[in-house]
T-cell receptor
Framework: NAGVMQNPRHLVRRRGQEARLRCSPM?????VYWYRQLPEEGLKFMVY????????ESGMPKERFSAEFPKEGPSILRIQQVVRGDSAAYFC???????????FGQGTRLTVV | GIQVEQSPPDLILQEGANSTLRCNFS?????LQWFHQNPWGQLINLFY???GTKQNGRLSATTVATERYSLLYISSSQTTDSGVYFC??????????FGSGTRLQVQP
């Protein structure tokens, strides 16, 4: 049973470009969460999705950031027109349901140059 | 949202020593997890422990839900235990709120 898969592991983008981060949850998990970790800090919640639905996006910046979890395929976190402050590690977690154990992917480390 | 406080923020141990890490929550949480972030940045699940006590090898954890805290015990520490330890609680919005972590360095 493969774990949560994220790709790419490392991503370098120039200011103004778009970044697309992918997350495939564990088999049987329908709840996906995205978190961001700035250097030397804990993880901060961004968005919670179930298949084809955004359940809670209260932690996601209103502009430039979007997320989706289509019926088929991985969840995507999209950052448009990246700025240096977007440089961080982005983690995806999946759970089979609410109030259950969360499992994390290895993260995508985004560097904006 | 809830506040999660971890202590101590930093800890240096000699190999073989024992330690206790603490996590306090400002409000009730539906569940609670402990993670180890290794020097390569990977988040490793240690315990899923909404209440009670669990043990896994040299590690054990206790959560007292009614008093809103959890403890992680590391015995006979090894250099491979180095990294950052996070606790996180799940709130009503069903997302984890993380503490700032305890940075552990185990010296040979």
């Amino acid at each position: 049973n493969a774990g949560v898969m994220q790709n790419p592991r490392h991503l370098v983008r120039r200011r103004g470009q778009e970044a697309r981060l992918r997350c495939s949850p564990m088999k049987g998990h329908s709840h996906v969460y995205w978190y961001r970790q700035l250097p030397e800090e804990g993880l901060k919640f961004m968005v919670y999705l179930q298949k084809e639905n955004i359940i809670d996006e209260s932690g996601m910046p209103k502009e430039r950031f979007s997320a989706e979890f289509p019926k088929e395929g991985p969840s995507i976190l999209r950052i448009q027109q990246v700025v240096r402050g977007d440089s961080a590690a982005y983690f995806c977690a999946s759970q089979p349901g609410g109030d259950t154990e969360a499992f994390f992917g290895q993260g995508t480390r985004l560097t904006v140059v | 949202g809830i506040q999660v406080e971890q202590s101590p923020p930093d800890l240096i141990l000699q190999e073989g020593a024992n330690s206790t890490l603490r996590c306090n929550f400002s409000d009730s949480v539906n569940n609670l997890q402990w993670f180890h972030q290794n020097p390569w940045g990977q988040l490793i699940n240690l315990f899923y422990i909404p209440s009670g006590t669990k043990q896994n090898g040299r590690l054990s954890a206790t959560t007292v839900a009614t008093e809103r805290y959890s403890l992680l015990y590391i015995s006979s520490s090894q250099t491979t235990d180095s990294g950052v330890y996070f606790c996180a609680g799940e709130t009503g919005r069903r997302a984890l709120t993380f503490g700032s972590g305890t940075r552990l360095q185990v010296q040979p």
